[in-house]
């Protein structure tokens, strides 16, 4: 089993850490059809997220094709933050959030065979600015299409953090 990445953005906070990247959490727009995120128990559902900025979609395309590995990964940071977004409005705090799981799905072709490494933007970004709080389980899956050409999507399952982590990657 590999190491887990270091906390290499500086800031005592969520917060601080995600102003030191540059970045702010955006507005999630409101849909009619359905919520951005809906709690159950102590799990926050966040629905599929495209890489929106200021409403307008960061790409079109699919990965591989149209879309380069680099490009599809910022997508993908852009994609978790706006799920981080959602989160917040779940429990209210960005130190709050804890990420349980994220799915991420990548308009590729059928032999592209690097969906992960797309993926690895959104988990960047998430352990950057939550810290332990932000490793999560993670499937990527390749997909024809998704909505509005969009070359990234991304749900994901948060919990609200309490004292840290409730799971450890130690075997033993």
Do not use: W
């Not at 879309?67 to 799920?83: M, P, S, W």
């Not at 352990?127 to 499937?139: A, D, F």
């Not at 899956?141 to 909505?147: D, F, K, Q, S, T």
């Amino acid at each position: 089993m590999s190491p887990p990445l270091p906390q290499t953005v500086k800031g005592d906070t969520a917060v601080e850490r995600l102003a030191n990247l540059g970045l702010e959490l955006p507005l999630v727009a409101a849909n009619a059809y359905y919520v951005d995120h809906n709690t159950v128990g102590e799990s926050i559902h966040i629905s599929g997220q495209l890489p929106f900025r200021n409403g307008k979609l960061l790409g079109q395309g699919i990965v591989g094709r149209d879309v380069d590995l680099e490009t599809g990964k910022e997508l993908a940071r852009h994609a978790a933050l706006n799920c981080l977004a959602a989160a917040v409005q779940a429990v209210g705090d960005l130190d709050k959030v804890r990420v349980v799981q994220m799915l991420v799905f990548v308009a590729s072709l059928p032999d592209f065979g690097l969906q992960s490494k797309v993926a690895e933007g959104a988990s960047e970004l998430l352990i950057e600015v939550l810290g332990e709080n932000g490793r999560h389980s993670r499937t990527a899956i390749g997909v024809a299409g998704l909505p509005l050409n969009t070359p990234v999507e991304i749900q994901m399952i948060c919990a609200a953090a309490s004292q840290g982590p409730t799971c450890s990657s130690e075997s033993g």
